[in-house]
């Protein structure tokens, strides 16, 4: 099988990412990019609870299929994401609870935890674009390329989407914007939340060296 290492990473952070109910039944997706710049990438429509690394597909920068089943539906995202932004080696694309939730209330998520930090907030929504569109490239590509230190962008109405220099870090990404935006939304019901003073921005950069 082509890429087979690479299948069994993708299938791996799947199965982390459904058991932490960061993706479910058949949405959201998740990718790396190989060396020789290739994407494996979840497919479309198979559902995440049965899936095997048999059902991985690869496709090539484009979104041409290159192996496996077709690709998911959101693939021209992921590849436009590969295309512009060099840093980017791995994507998740979640359909998380807090996630949906922020990006419903289309405004960006200022900087008031940790875990925030660690995803490069203030966290934006991106302008609407529906799923599975170029556009829902484009207006990624746009903000990722404007923000360099950015991991995570909220999209509108929609889901979130985090990358990385690596498909672990991605879903590290992922996994810190779903905690620190529910932690946001929560603490919103009962106060308004305190964003870090650039003091303290400062204080936690020094302690974990960023
Ligand atoms: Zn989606």
Request: glycine residues 6%.
């Amino acid at each position: 099988m082509r890429y087979k290492e690479q299948r069994e990473q993708v299938l791996e952070t799947v199965h982390l990412a459904y058991q932490a109910d960061l993706i479910r039944m058949s949405a959201g997706n998740i990718s790396l990019r190989t060396e020789d710049d290739m994407v494996v990438i979840t497919p479309s429509g198979i559902k995440y609870r049965n899936m095997t690394v048999k059902d991985i597909s690869v496709v090539d920068l484009e979104g041409e299929p290159i192996d496996g089943p077709p690709p998911s539906s959101e693939t021209p995202m992921h590849t436009a994401i590969y295309r512009h932004i060099s840093r980017a080696k791995g994507i998740c694309h979640t359909h998380s609870r807090y996630g949906m939730i922020q990006a419903h209330l289309q405004e960006d998520v200022p900087l008031t935890n940790i875990e925030l930090m660690m995803c490069g907030a203030p966290i934006p929504v991106a302008p609407w674009a529906a799923p599975g569109t170029e556009k829902a490239g484009e207006v990624t590509v746009d903000i990722f390329q404007s923000r360099p230190e950015l991991h995570v962008i909220l999209l509108r109405q929609h889901g979130l989407v985090a990358l990385g220099g690596s498909l672990a870090q991605a879903y590290e990404h992922a996994y810190n914007a779903e905690v620190g935006l529910e932690t946001h939304y929560k603490v919103r019901l009962v106060q308004a939340p305190q964003s870090f003073t650039e003091a303290q921005i400062q204080e936690i950069k020094d302690v974990y060296g960023l």
